[in-house]
Protein backbone atom coordinates (compact mmCIF):
# COMPACT_ATOMS: atom_id res chain seq x y z
CA UNK A 1 0.00 0.00 0.00
CA UNK A 2 1.32 3.44 -0.70
CA UNK A 3 -0.39 6.91 1.23
CA UNK A 4 -0.19 10.07 -0.27
CA UNK A 5 -1.69 13.43 0.09
CA UNK A 6 -1.91 16.16 2.11
CA UNK A 7 -4.31 17.41 5.34
CA UNK A 8 -4.57 20.93 7.61
CA UNK A 9 -4.21 19.70 11.06
CA UNK A 10 -5.19 22.21 13.95
CA UNK A 11 -5.62 21.94 17.65
CA UNK A 12 -3.16 19.60 18.39
CA UNK A 13 -1.55 21.35 21.47
CA UNK A 14 -5.20 21.83 22.97
CA UNK A 15 -6.39 18.06 22.26
CA UNK A 16 -8.72 19.65 20.20
CA UNK A 17 -7.69 17.67 16.74
CA UNK A 18 -9.71 18.25 13.82
CA UNK A 19 -8.26 18.18 9.77
CA UNK A 20 -9.26 19.91 7.16
CA UNK A 21 -8.86 20.28 3.30
CA UNK A 22 -8.11 16.32 3.42
CA UNK A 23 -7.06 15.60 -0.18
CA UNK A 24 -5.45 11.76 0.20
CA UNK A 25 -4.72 8.36 -2.15
CA UNK A 26 -4.76 5.50 -1.25
CA UNK A 27 -2.64 3.09 -3.83
CA UNK A 28 -2.29 -0.86 -4.30
CA UNK A 29 -0.69 -1.89 -7.56
CA UNK A 30 -2.60 0.76 -9.72
CA UNK A 31 -5.41 0.74 -7.98
CA UNK A 32 -6.40 4.09 -6.02
CA UNK A 33 -9.04 5.01 -3.39
CA UNK A 34 -9.53 8.91 -2.68
CA UNK A 35 -10.77 10.66 0.36
CA UNK A 36 -11.78 14.06 0.93
CA UNK A 37 -13.40 16.53 3.45
CA UNK A 38 -13.13 17.48 7.02
CA UNK A 39 -13.38 16.43 10.38
CA UNK A 40 -13.33 17.67 14.24
CA UNK A 41 -14.16 16.64 17.64
CA UNK A 42 -17.89 17.22 16.95
CA UNK A 43 -18.86 16.56 13.48
CA UNK A 44 -17.14 15.05 10.11
CA UNK A 45 -17.70 14.95 6.14
CA UNK A 46 -15.59 12.81 4.52
CA UNK A 47 -16.01 11.95 1.02
CA UNK A 48 -14.56 8.75 -0.66
CA UNK A 49 -14.32 7.30 -4.21
CA UNK A 50 -12.54 5.46 -6.63
CA UNK A 51 -12.94 4.36 -10.27
CA UNK A 52 -12.08 1.27 -12.05
CA UNK A 53 -10.33 0.11 -8.66
CA UNK A 54 -9.35 -3.84 -9.58
CA UNK A 55 -9.69 -6.03 -7.54
CA UNK A 56 -7.04 -8.44 -8.27
CA UNK A 57 -4.80 -5.73 -6.81
CA UNK A 58 -5.91 -6.03 -3.08
CA UNK A 59 -3.07 -9.19 -1.22
CA UNK A 60 -6.12 -11.47 -1.12
CA UNK A 61 -6.72 -14.78 -3.34
CA UNK A 62 -9.88 -14.31 -5.25
CA UNK A 63 -11.69 -16.61 -7.94
CA UNK A 64 -10.47 -16.68 -11.45
CA UNK A 65 -13.82 -15.24 -12.55
CA UNK A 66 -13.56 -12.10 -9.89
CA UNK A 67 -9.87 -11.45 -10.63
CA UNK A 68 -11.47 -9.21 -13.54
CA UNK A 69 -13.97 -7.48 -11.07
CA UNK A 70 -13.23 -3.87 -11.15
CA UNK A 71 -14.90 -1.65 -8.32
CA UNK A 72 -16.64 2.59 -9.29
CA UNK A 73 -17.91 3.55 -5.71
CA UNK A 74 -19.18 6.74 -4.16
CA UNK A 75 -19.64 7.26 -0.11
CA UNK A 76 -20.09 9.64 2.45
CA UNK A 77 -19.89 9.69 5.79
CA UNK A 78 -21.20 12.68 7.51
CA UNK A 79 -22.92 13.70 10.63
CA UNK A 80 -21.74 13.62 14.59
CA UNK A 81 -18.99 11.54 15.52
CA UNK A 82 -21.22 9.47 18.54
CA UNK A 83 -23.66 8.86 15.12
CA UNK A 84 -22.63 9.06 12.18
CA UNK A 85 -24.63 8.69 8.87
CA UNK A 86 -23.08 6.41 5.83
CA UNK A 87 -23.88 6.76 2.44
CA UNK A 88 -22.34 4.08 -0.36
CA UNK A 89 -23.11 3.18 -4.09
CA UNK A 90 -21.08 0.45 -5.70
CA UNK A 91 -20.85 -0.78 -8.99
CA UNK A 92 -18.73 -3.98 -10.00
CA UNK A 93 -17.85 -4.61 -13.00
CA UNK A 94 -17.57 -6.59 -15.35
CA UNK A 95 -18.28 -9.99 -13.98
CA UNK A 96 -17.06 -11.78 -17.07
CA UNK A 97 -19.24 -14.48 -17.89
CA UNK A 98 -18.85 -15.28 -21.48
CA UNK A 99 -16.46 -13.27 -24.00
CA UNK A 100 -17.80 -9.67 -24.94
CA UNK A 101 -20.58 -10.35 -22.34
CA UNK A 102 -20.66 -9.20 -18.62
CA UNK A 103 -22.65 -8.87 -15.81
CA UNK A 104 -22.28 -5.80 -13.67
CA UNK A 105 -23.68 -5.75 -9.64
CA UNK A 106 -24.72 -2.28 -8.12
CA UNK A 107 -25.30 -1.51 -4.56
CA UNK A 108 -26.83 1.22 -2.54
CA UNK A 109 -25.92 0.90 1.32
CA UNK A 110 -26.99 3.36 4.07
CA UNK A 111 -26.33 2.92 7.68
CA UNK A 112 -28.37 5.96 9.93
CA UNK A 113 -29.94 5.59 13.74
CA UNK A 114 -28.67 2.20 14.26
CA UNK A 115 -29.45 0.33 10.82
CA UNK A 116 -27.64 -0.82 8.09
CA UNK A 117 -29.25 -1.69 4.85
CA UNK A 118 -28.00 -3.27 1.63
CA UNK A 119 -29.77 -2.95 -1.91
CA UNK A 120 -28.52 -5.12 -4.66
CA UNK A 121 -29.19 -4.97 -8.54
CA UNK A 122 -27.37 -6.89 -11.45
CA UNK A 123 -27.41 -6.12 -14.98
CA UNK A 124 -26.11 -7.41 -17.89
CA UNK A 125 -27.60 -9.98 -20.88
CA UNK A 126 -27.56 -13.50 -18.63
CA UNK A 127 -29.79 -11.57 -16.00
CA UNK A 128 -33.59 -10.43 -16.34
CA UNK A 129 -33.98 -9.84 -12.86
CA UNK A 130 -31.80 -9.79 -10.03
CA UNK A 131 -32.45 -7.85 -6.81
CA UNK A 132 -31.73 -8.32 -2.98
CA UNK A 133 -31.84 -6.88 0.33
CA UNK A 134 -30.07 -7.23 3.78
CA UNK A 135 -30.89 -5.35 6.78
CA UNK A 136 -29.57 -5.78 10.37
CA UNK A 137 -29.67 -3.46 13.31
CA UNK A 138 -25.64 -2.37 13.87
CA UNK A 139 -24.48 0.27 16.33
CA UNK A 140 -21.33 2.47 15.23
CA UNK A 141 -19.64 4.77 17.06
CA UNK A 142 -16.34 6.82 15.86
CA UNK A 143 -16.38 8.67 19.23
CA UNK A 144 -16.08 6.92 21.56
CA UNK A 145 -15.36 3.98 19.09
CA UNK A 146 -18.00 1.31 18.61
CA UNK A 147 -18.85 -1.23 16.50
CA UNK A 148 -21.52 -3.15 17.52
CA UNK A 149 -22.09 -6.22 15.45
CA UNK A 150 -22.82 -9.98 17.58
CA UNK A 151 -23.40 -13.46 16.73
CA UNK A 152 -27.20 -12.80 17.90
CA UNK A 153 -27.49 -9.94 15.70
CA UNK A 154 -31.09 -10.66 13.81
CA UNK A 155 -31.09 -10.39 9.95
CA UNK A 156 -34.07 -9.69 7.67
CA UNK A 157 -33.32 -9.93 3.86
CA UNK A 158 -34.41 -11.28 0.33
CA UNK A 159 -33.35 -12.40 -2.83
CA UNK A 160 -34.66 -12.95 -6.44
CA UNK A 161 -33.15 -13.86 -9.36
CA UNK A 162 -34.55 -14.88 -12.83
CA UNK A 163 -31.59 -15.55 -15.45
CA UNK A 164 -29.83 -17.16 -18.48
CA UNK A 165 -28.30 -20.72 -17.69
CA UNK A 166 -26.59 -20.06 -20.68
CA UNK A 167 -24.56 -17.26 -19.82
CA UNK A 168 -23.96 -18.43 -15.91
CA UNK A 169 -22.75 -21.97 -16.46
CA UNK A 170 -18.78 -20.95 -17.18
CA UNK A 171 -19.34 -19.72 -13.58
CA UNK A 172 -21.12 -22.23 -11.70
CA UNK A 173 -19.75 -25.77 -13.87
CA UNK A 174 -16.50 -27.23 -14.42
CA UNK A 175 -15.04 -27.03 -18.26
CA UNK A 176 -16.26 -29.25 -20.42
CA UNK A 177 -20.07 -28.90 -19.19
CA UNK A 178 -22.41 -26.91 -20.50
CA UNK A 179 -26.60 -25.66 -20.12
CA UNK A 180 -29.06 -23.57 -21.13
CA UNK A 181 -32.68 -22.83 -19.96
CA UNK A 182 -33.99 -20.15 -17.35
CA UNK A 183 -33.37 -19.78 -14.16
CA UNK A 184 -35.80 -18.81 -11.28
CA UNK A 185 -34.70 -18.54 -7.67
CA UNK A 186 -36.90 -16.39 -4.48
CA UNK A 187 -35.34 -16.96 -1.52
CA UNK A 188 -35.60 -15.24 1.96
CA UNK A 189 -32.80 -14.97 5.15
CA UNK A 190 -33.68 -14.50 8.37
CA UNK A 191 -32.39 -15.44 11.89
CA UNK A 192 -29.25 -14.29 13.21
CA UNK A 193 -25.96 -13.77 12.18
CA UNK A 194 -24.23 -16.41 13.82
CA UNK A 195 -27.30 -18.64 13.15
CA UNK A 196 -28.67 -17.45 9.84
CA UNK A 197 -32.18 -18.72 8.31
CA UNK A 198 -32.01 -19.62 4.72
CA UNK A 199 -35.37 -20.72 2.92
CA UNK A 200 -37.12 -20.10 -0.55
CA UNK A 201 -37.46 -21.86 -3.92
CA UNK A 202 -35.65 -22.10 -7.06
CA UNK A 203 -36.89 -23.62 -10.52
CA UNK A 204 -34.92 -24.38 -13.65
CA UNK A 205 -37.32 -24.83 -16.87
CA UNK A 206 -36.82 -25.35 -20.29
CA UNK A 207 -33.33 -26.34 -20.02
CA UNK A 208 -30.47 -28.70 -21.66
CA UNK A 209 -27.32 -29.92 -20.44
CA UNK A 210 -24.41 -31.40 -22.24
CA UNK A 211 -21.40 -33.18 -20.72
CA UNK A 212 -18.82 -33.82 -23.43
CA UNK A 213 -16.55 -35.78 -22.19
CA UNK A 214 -19.19 -38.71 -21.31
CA UNK A 215 -21.45 -37.53 -24.53
CA UNK A 216 -24.15 -36.93 -22.14
CA UNK A 217 -27.33 -34.25 -23.38
CA UNK A 218 -30.37 -33.38 -21.83
CA UNK A 219 -33.37 -31.91 -23.04
CA UNK A 220 -36.38 -30.15 -21.69
CA UNK A 221 -34.87 -29.82 -18.15
CA UNK A 222 -37.38 -29.13 -15.40
CA UNK A 223 -36.25 -28.53 -12.04
CA UNK A 224 -38.57 -27.96 -8.86
CA UNK A 225 -36.10 -27.21 -5.97
CA UNK A 226 -36.50 -26.06 -2.03
CA UNK A 227 -33.71 -24.13 -0.34
CA UNK A 228 -32.11 -23.87 2.70
CA UNK A 229 -29.05 -22.93 4.30
CA UNK A 230 -27.37 -26.23 3.87
CA UNK A 231 -29.06 -28.32 1.41
CA UNK A 232 -30.97 -28.28 -2.06
CA UNK A 233 -34.52 -30.31 -1.83
CA UNK A 234 -35.42 -31.56 -5.17
CA UNK A 235 -38.96 -31.91 -5.42
CA UNK A 236 -39.21 -33.09 -9.24
CA UNK A 237 -36.70 -33.04 -12.05
CA UNK A 238 -37.76 -34.24 -15.35
CA UNK A 239 -35.88 -34.74 -18.74
CA UNK A 240 -35.63 -36.45 -22.44
CA UNK A 241 -32.96 -37.49 -24.71
CA UNK A 242 -34.98 -35.10 -27.60
CA UNK A 243 -36.38 -38.26 -28.79
CA UNK A 244 -38.79 -40.83 -26.35
CA UNK A 245 -36.19 -41.42 -23.63
CA UNK A 246 -37.16 -39.77 -20.27
CA UNK A 247 -35.58 -39.07 -17.37
CA UNK A 248 -36.71 -38.37 -13.56
CA UNK A 249 -35.39 -37.44 -10.30
CA UNK A 250 -36.00 -36.00 -6.77
CA UNK A 251 -34.05 -36.29 -3.30
CA UNK A 252 -31.71 -33.86 -1.28
CA UNK A 253 -28.10 -32.27 -2.28
CA UNK A 254 -26.07 -31.09 0.68
CA UNK A 255 -24.65 -27.95 0.30
CA UNK A 256 -21.99 -28.37 3.64
CA UNK A 257 -22.55 -31.96 4.54
CA UNK A 258 -21.82 -34.53 1.82
CA UNK A 259 -22.82 -37.66 3.40
CA UNK A 260 -26.58 -36.11 3.89
CA UNK A 261 -26.99 -36.09 -0.45
CA UNK A 262 -29.55 -38.76 -1.08
CA UNK A 263 -30.69 -38.18 -4.95
CA UNK A 264 -32.49 -40.88 -7.28
CA UNK A 265 -32.73 -41.05 -11.08
CA UNK A 266 -34.81 -42.96 -13.30
CA UNK A 267 -34.27 -43.25 -17.07
CA UNK A 268 -36.29 -44.96 -19.23
CA UNK A 269 -35.95 -45.85 -22.52
CA UNK A 270 -33.14 -42.87 -22.89
CA UNK A 271 -30.72 -42.58 -26.05
CA UNK A 272 -27.34 -42.20 -24.20
CA UNK A 273 -25.28 -42.50 -27.11
CA UNK A 274 -25.64 -40.63 -31.04
CA UNK A 275 -22.30 -40.42 -33.06
CA UNK A 276 -21.28 -42.84 -35.75
CA UNK A 277 -19.50 -44.95 -34.04
CA UNK A 278 -22.50 -46.08 -31.08
CA UNK A 279 -26.31 -45.64 -31.02
CA UNK A 280 -27.98 -46.96 -28.27
CA UNK A 281 -30.41 -46.57 -25.07
CA UNK A 282 -30.83 -47.19 -21.80
CA UNK A 283 -33.17 -47.84 -18.62
CA UNK A 284 -31.97 -47.35 -15.53
CA UNK A 285 -32.36 -47.42 -11.85
CA UNK A 286 -29.75 -45.06 -10.02
CA UNK A 287 -28.47 -43.93 -6.16
CA UNK A 288 -26.33 -40.70 -5.59
CA UNK A 289 -25.35 -41.17 -2.04
CA UNK A 290 -23.37 -39.12 -0.04
CA UNK A 291 -20.34 -40.49 1.97
CA UNK A 292 -18.59 -39.02 4.91
CA UNK A 293 -15.45 -37.82 2.15
CA UNK A 294 -16.92 -38.79 -1.34
CA UNK A 295 -20.17 -39.81 -2.94
CA UNK A 296 -21.18 -43.40 -4.36
CA UNK A 297 -23.24 -43.91 -7.19
CA UNK A 298 -25.10 -47.35 -7.42
CA UNK A 299 -27.88 -48.74 -9.27
CA UNK A 300 -28.74 -50.78 -11.82
CA UNK A 301 -28.72 -49.86 -15.77
CA UNK A 302 -30.45 -52.43 -18.49
CA UNK A 303 -29.01 -51.80 -21.82
CA UNK A 304 -31.99 -51.41 -24.99
CA UNK A 305 -30.86 -51.68 -28.65
CA UNK A 306 -27.12 -50.92 -29.35
CA UNK A 307 -25.43 -50.52 -32.36
CA UNK A 308 -21.82 -50.64 -32.31
CA UNK A 309 -19.47 -49.70 -35.76
CA UNK A 310 -16.14 -50.94 -36.11
CA UNK A 311 -14.12 -48.30 -37.63
CA UNK A 312 -12.96 -49.24 -41.73
CA UNK A 313 -9.30 -48.64 -40.74
CA UNK A 314 -7.56 -50.68 -38.35
CA UNK A 315 -3.96 -51.99 -37.60
CA UNK A 316 -3.33 -55.22 -39.15
CA UNK A 317 -0.68 -57.90 -38.29
CA UNK A 318 -0.88 -59.51 -41.74
CA UNK A 319 2.83 -58.90 -42.97
CA UNK A 320 2.00 -57.91 -46.65
CA UNK A 321 -0.51 -55.57 -46.16
CA UNK A 322 1.93 -53.58 -44.11
CA UNK A 323 -0.86 -51.01 -42.69
CA UNK A 324 0.16 -48.87 -39.69
CA UNK A 325 -2.89 -47.27 -37.71
CA UNK A 326 -1.91 -43.78 -36.44
CA UNK A 327 -1.45 -43.47 -32.75
CA UNK A 328 -4.05 -40.02 -32.06
CA UNK A 329 -3.13 -40.61 -27.92
CA UNK A 330 -5.85 -40.00 -25.50
CA UNK A 331 -7.14 -37.06 -23.89
CA UNK A 332 -6.66 -36.11 -20.38
CA UNK A 333 -9.50 -36.79 -18.47
CA UNK A 334 -11.32 -33.93 -16.46
CA UNK A 335 -10.20 -34.88 -13.05
CA UNK A 336 -13.81 -34.81 -11.30
CA UNK A 337 -14.50 -35.47 -7.50
CA UNK A 338 -14.17 -39.15 -7.02
CA UNK A 339 -17.45 -40.74 -6.78
CA UNK A 340 -17.62 -44.15 -6.16
CA UNK A 341 -18.91 -46.44 -8.82
CA UNK A 342 -21.12 -49.97 -8.35
CA UNK A 343 -23.37 -50.99 -11.03
CA UNK A 344 -24.63 -53.69 -12.67
CA UNK A 345 -25.14 -53.36 -16.49
CA UNK A 346 -27.23 -55.99 -18.05
CA UNK A 347 -27.44 -56.19 -22.11
CA UNK A 348 -29.99 -59.40 -22.79
CA UNK A 349 -29.81 -58.78 -26.12
CA UNK A 350 -29.63 -56.42 -29.27
CA UNK A 351 -26.42 -55.41 -28.71
CA UNK A 352 -25.27 -55.35 -32.46
CA UNK A 353 -22.10 -55.09 -33.75
CA UNK A 354 -20.74 -54.41 -37.48
CA UNK A 355 -18.18 -53.71 -39.42
CA UNK A 356 -15.06 -55.23 -40.90
CA UNK A 357 -17.52 -58.02 -41.82
CA UNK A 358 -18.99 -58.67 -38.64
CA UNK A 359 -22.94 -58.65 -38.20
CA UNK A 360 -23.53 -59.90 -35.12
CA UNK A 361 -25.73 -59.52 -32.13
CA UNK A 362 -23.92 -60.08 -28.75
CA UNK A 363 -25.76 -59.92 -24.70
CA UNK A 364 -24.16 -60.31 -21.49
CA UNK A 365 -23.38 -58.32 -18.11
CA UNK A 366 -20.90 -55.75 -17.27
CA UNK A 367 -20.08 -54.74 -13.55
CA UNK A 368 -18.82 -51.30 -13.36
CA UNK A 369 -16.74 -50.13 -10.27
CA UNK A 370 -14.10 -47.64 -9.54
CA UNK A 371 -14.73 -44.12 -9.58
CA UNK A 372 -15.89 -41.62 -12.47
CA UNK A 373 -12.68 -40.40 -13.03
CA UNK A 374 -11.17 -44.23 -13.44
CA UNK A 375 -14.55 -45.99 -14.08
CA UNK A 376 -13.31 -50.22 -13.93
CA UNK A 377 -15.25 -52.21 -16.28
CA UNK A 378 -15.74 -56.23 -16.23
CA UNK A 379 -17.50 -58.78 -17.81
CA UNK A 380 -18.60 -59.84 -21.11
CA UNK A 381 -20.88 -59.83 -24.02
CA UNK A 382 -21.60 -62.85 -26.08
CA UNK A 383 -23.00 -63.28 -29.24
CA UNK A 384 -26.20 -64.78 -29.98
CA UNK A 385 -26.42 -65.09 -33.54
CA UNK A 386 -24.34 -63.44 -35.89
CA UNK A 387 -22.36 -63.88 -38.97
CA UNK A 388 -18.46 -62.73 -40.35
CA UNK A 389 -17.83 -62.23 -44.39
CA UNK A 390 -15.02 -60.84 -45.78
CA UNK A 391 -12.70 -62.14 -48.54
CA UNK A 392 -16.38 -62.92 -50.57
CA UNK A 393 -16.69 -65.82 -47.96
CA UNK A 394 -19.46 -66.16 -45.04
CA UNK A 395 -17.09 -67.55 -41.97
CA UNK A 396 -18.84 -69.51 -39.24
CA UNK A 397 -18.73 -67.69 -35.71
CA UNK A 398 -16.26 -70.49 -33.34
CA UNK A 399 -16.49 -67.53 -30.59
CA UNK A 400 -17.63 -63.63 -30.69
CA UNK A 401 -17.34 -61.61 -27.27
CA UNK A 402 -16.85 -57.87 -26.37
CA UNK A 403 -14.57 -58.18 -23.26
CA UNK A 404 -14.21 -55.28 -20.44
CA UNK A 405 -11.50 -55.75 -18.57
CA UNK A 406 -10.31 -52.66 -16.41
CA UNK A 407 -10.40 -48.61 -16.89
CA UNK A 408 -12.40 -47.67 -19.96
CA UNK A 409 -10.61 -46.91 -22.51
CA UNK A 410 -9.47 -49.05 -23.27
CA UNK A 411 -12.58 -51.54 -23.04
CA UNK A 412 -13.97 -53.10 -24.84
CA UNK A 413 -12.02 -55.42 -26.41
CA UNK A 414 -13.08 -57.78 -29.50
CA UNK A 415 -12.14 -61.59 -28.57
CA UNK A 416 -14.05 -62.45 -32.31
CA UNK A 417 -12.99 -66.05 -34.11
CA UNK A 418 -14.47 -67.24 -37.73
CA UNK A 419 -13.58 -70.30 -39.51
CA UNK A 420 -14.18 -71.33 -43.35
CA UNK A 421 -13.35 -74.65 -45.25
CA UNK A 422 -11.06 -73.22 -48.17
CA UNK A 423 -9.77 -75.39 -50.50
CA UNK A 424 -8.19 -77.99 -48.86
CA UNK A 425 -7.71 -76.30 -45.43
CA UNK A 426 -9.67 -75.04 -42.40
CA UNK A 427 -9.08 -70.73 -42.21
CA UNK A 428 -9.97 -68.55 -39.34
CA UNK A 429 -9.71 -65.43 -38.49
CA UNK A 430 -9.21 -63.95 -35.29
CA UNK A 431 -10.74 -60.06 -34.94
CA UNK A 432 -9.14 -58.31 -31.51
CA UNK A 433 -8.12 -56.13 -29.96
CA UNK A 434 -10.27 -52.35 -29.00
CA UNK A 435 -13.28 -52.03 -30.66
CA UNK A 436 -11.69 -48.09 -31.81
CA UNK A 437 -8.99 -50.30 -33.50
CA UNK A 438 -9.15 -53.51 -34.04
CA UNK A 439 -6.76 -56.01 -35.51
CA UNK A 440 -7.11 -59.19 -36.95
CA UNK A 441 -4.75 -62.08 -37.62
CA UNK A 442 -5.14 -65.39 -40.29
CA UNK A 443 -4.48 -68.75 -39.25
CA UNK A 444 -5.01 -72.06 -40.08
CA UNK A 445 -5.53 -76.11 -39.96
CA UNK A 446 -3.24 -77.59 -41.19
CA UNK A 447 -0.73 -74.30 -40.11
CA UNK A 448 0.59 -71.94 -43.07
CA UNK A 449 2.04 -68.42 -43.36
CA UNK A 450 -0.53 -65.88 -43.03
CA UNK A 451 0.36 -64.97 -46.76
CA UNK A 452 -0.69 -68.56 -47.98
CA UNK A 453 -3.64 -68.46 -45.72
CA UNK A 454 -5.07 -65.68 -47.46
CA UNK A 455 -3.86 -67.02 -50.71
CA UNK A 456 -6.13 -69.90 -50.17
CA UNK A 457 -9.07 -67.60 -48.93
CA UNK A 458 -9.47 -65.61 -51.78
CA UNK A 459 -8.49 -68.19 -54.62
CA UNK A 460 -10.39 -71.06 -53.24
CA UNK A 461 -12.78 -70.72 -56.40
CA UNK A 462 -11.66 -69.14 -59.67
CA UNK A 463 -12.55 -65.79 -60.78
CA UNK A 464 -13.99 -66.94 -63.68
CA UNK A 465 -17.03 -68.65 -61.30
CA UNK A 466 -17.73 -65.57 -58.49
CA UNK A 467 -20.81 -63.64 -59.00
CA UNK A 468 -20.93 -60.26 -59.52
CA UNK A 469 -22.10 -59.62 -55.70
CA UNK A 470 -18.98 -61.49 -54.65
CA UNK A 471 -17.02 -59.10 -56.85
CA UNK A 472 -18.19 -56.06 -55.92
CA UNK A 473 -17.28 -57.92 -51.62
CA UNK A 474 -13.76 -58.99 -53.00
CA UNK A 475 -13.19 -55.25 -54.56
CA UNK A 476 -14.04 -53.80 -51.31
CA UNK A 477 -11.80 -56.09 -49.22
CA UNK A 478 -9.18 -55.54 -51.46
CA UNK A 479 -9.45 -51.93 -51.02
CA UNK A 480 -9.75 -51.67 -47.43
CA UNK A 481 -7.10 -54.32 -47.12
CA UNK A 482 -4.77 -52.02 -49.04
CA UNK A 483 -4.83 -49.18 -47.00
CA UNK A 484 -7.48 -47.37 -48.99
CA UNK A 485 -9.79 -47.93 -45.68
CA UNK A 486 -13.95 -47.54 -45.61
CA UNK A 487 -16.10 -50.09 -46.84
CA UNK A 488 -18.09 -48.38 -49.37
CA UNK A 489 -21.68 -47.80 -49.88
CA UNK A 490 -24.11 -49.84 -47.55
CA UNK A 491 -27.12 -50.79 -49.11
CA UNK A 492 -28.13 -53.46 -46.62
CA UNK A 493 -27.10 -51.15 -44.16
CA UNK A 494 -29.05 -47.87 -45.50
CA UNK A 495 -32.04 -50.53 -46.12
CA UNK A 496 -32.21 -52.10 -42.34
CA UNK A 497 -32.20 -47.89 -41.24
CA UNK A 498 -35.11 -47.52 -43.37
CA UNK A 499 -37.18 -50.76 -42.88
CA UNK A 500 -36.54 -50.49 -38.99
CA UNK A 501 -35.60 -54.21 -39.15
CA UNK A 502 -32.48 -55.64 -36.96
CA UNK A 503 -31.00 -57.91 -39.84
CA UNK A 504 -31.10 -58.00 -43.42
CA UNK A 505 -28.22 -60.11 -44.99
CA UNK A 506 -27.60 -61.66 -48.35
CA UNK A 507 -26.56 -65.19 -49.02
CA UNK A 508 -24.90 -66.29 -51.77
CA UNK A 509 -23.89 -70.86 -51.91
CA UNK A 510 -21.10 -72.20 -54.06
CA UNK A 511 -23.50 -72.61 -56.95
CA UNK A 512 -23.73 -68.96 -57.09
CA UNK A 513 -27.92 -69.18 -55.58
CA UNK A 514 -28.60 -66.39 -54.06
CA UNK A 515 -31.61 -65.93 -50.82
CA UNK A 516 -32.55 -62.82 -48.88
CA UNK A 517 -32.45 -63.09 -45.06
CA UNK A 518 -34.49 -60.19 -42.74
CA UNK A 519 -35.04 -60.98 -38.57
CA UNK A 520 -36.97 -58.51 -36.44
CA UNK A 521 -37.49 -58.84 -32.79
CA UNK A 522 -41.37 -59.24 -32.12
CA UNK A 523 -40.76 -58.88 -28.01
CA UNK A 524 -38.53 -58.35 -25.48
CA UNK A 525 -37.24 -62.44 -25.83
CA UNK A 526 -38.96 -63.33 -29.19
CA UNK A 527 -37.22 -62.93 -32.45
CA UNK A 528 -38.35 -63.68 -36.42
CA UNK A 529 -36.13 -65.03 -39.60
CA UNK A 530 -37.33 -65.28 -42.65
CA UNK A 531 -35.25 -66.48 -45.66
CA UNK A 532 -36.58 -66.36 -49.51
CA UNK A 533 -34.63 -67.51 -51.85
CA UNK A 534 -35.04 -67.84 -56.26
CA UNK A 535 -36.93 -71.29 -55.70
CA UNK A 536 -40.22 -72.03 -55.38
CA UNK A 537 -40.22 -73.93 -52.42
CA UNK A 538 -37.17 -72.24 -50.83
CA UNK A 539 -38.69 -70.08 -47.95
CA UNK A 540 -38.30 -70.44 -44.69
CA UNK A 541 -39.70 -68.84 -41.44
CA UNK A 542 -37.97 -69.97 -38.15
CA UNK A 543 -38.92 -67.97 -34.62
CA UNK A 544 -36.52 -67.90 -31.46
CA UNK A 545 -37.72 -67.89 -27.65
CA UNK A 546 -35.21 -66.94 -25.03
CA UNK A 547 -36.55 -69.11 -22.24
CA UNK A 548 -33.28 -68.27 -20.33
CA UNK A 549 -30.22 -66.85 -21.02
CA UNK A 550 -28.93 -70.14 -21.64
CA UNK A 551 -31.84 -71.58 -23.26
CA UNK A 552 -33.31 -71.10 -26.52
CA UNK A 553 -36.54 -72.87 -27.67
CA UNK A 554 -36.50 -72.64 -31.60
CA UNK A 555 -39.30 -73.04 -34.44
CA UNK A 556 -39.39 -73.44 -38.24
CA UNK A 557 -41.40 -73.93 -40.93
CA UNK A 558 -40.68 -74.08 -44.37
CA UNK A 559 -42.63 -72.98 -47.55
CA UNK A 560 -43.18 -76.90 -48.08
CA UNK A 561 -44.94 -77.31 -44.92
CA UNK A 562 -42.17 -79.08 -43.53
CA UNK A 563 -41.84 -78.08 -39.77
CA UNK A 564 -39.34 -78.64 -36.90
CA UNK A 565 -38.63 -77.49 -33.75
CA UNK A 566 -35.54 -77.88 -31.05
CA UNK A 567 -34.36 -76.49 -27.79
CA UNK A 568 -31.10 -75.05 -27.60
CA UNK A 569 -29.33 -75.22 -24.69
CA UNK A 570 -25.31 -73.07 -24.11
CA UNK A 571 -22.74 -72.36 -21.41
CA UNK A 572 -20.54 -69.45 -21.79
CA UNK A 573 -17.18 -70.27 -20.00
Given at each position: FKLDGKATLKGIKSAQISAQDIDLDLTSQGST????????????????NTKNFSLASLPVSLPEQLQTLSLDANAEISGPLSQPIITADADFTPLNVLKDESITISSKAKYESSNMRIDLNGQGKAIETLDGFVHLPLNISLMPFAFDLTQNTPLDGALKLKAQAGQLAPILLPAGHSMSGDIDVDGTITGSLG?????????????????NAYGVELYDINLQAGLSLDTIKI??????DGQEGKLRGDGVLSIIEPSMTQLNLQLSDFHLLDSDKADGTISAELDFQGRAEDYLLSGTVNLGQFDVVIPER????????????????????EQLRAVALDIEIIADNRIFVRGWGLDAEFGGQIDVGGTLNDPQLNGALSSKRGRYEEFGRRFTLERAYLRFQGSAPPSPYLDIVATTDADDILASVNLSGEVGSPQIKL??????????????????????????????????TLDRFSGKGGGGFNPLGKLRDVTGLDDISVNTDDDGASSVGVGKYLAEDVYLELEKGAGEASGTAKIQVEITPSINLESEVGQDAQAGAGVHWKWDY
Open positions: LHAGGEINMDTLKIELKPDISGTAAFSDGTYSFTSLSANFSSKIPTLNIVEKDEGNKDKSSVPSLPEDEIMSHILFGKNLEKITPFQAIQLKQ
